[in-house]
Nanobody, 115 residues
């Protein structure tokens, strides 16, 4: 099993930047993909970005060119650099880890983009 804890959320003005972090503990050596998902009020949870253990990345079209995912494989950490934030990026952001085919989730961190 792994435990995931997100940090770095907060209130930011449109056009601003935030960096989210996710730390993991447990069987981190078995983690394959890690990533970020988000859920806005009244909407379903959606993929933001993922990165496999081979380094392959996948981004939602809505964040391409603005967000960047990175990982610290030794520490089992994943980061999300978010630039040029828009009000529609407002959501709870969840960290996700794929450990031997099982999905694990953090409790989420709230990102609010508003003037």
């Amino acid at each position: 099993q792994v435990q995931l804890v997100e940090s770095g959320g907060g209130l930011v003005q449109p056009g601003g930047s935030l960096r989210l972090s996710c730390a993991s503990t447990g069987s981190i050596s078995g983690i394959n993909a890690m990533g970020w998902y988000r859920q806005a009020p009244g909407k379903q949870r959606e993929l933001v970005a993922t990165q496999t253990s081979a380094g392959n990345t996948n981004y939602a079209d809505s964040v391409k060119g603005r967000f960047a995912i990175s990982r610290d494989y030794r520490r089992g950490a994943v980061y999300l650099q978010m630039n040029s934030l828009k009000p529609e990026d407002t959501a709870i952001y969840y960290c996700n880890a794929d450990l031997w085919g099982m999905n694990y989730w953090g409790k989420g961190t709230l990102v609010t983009v508003s003037s």
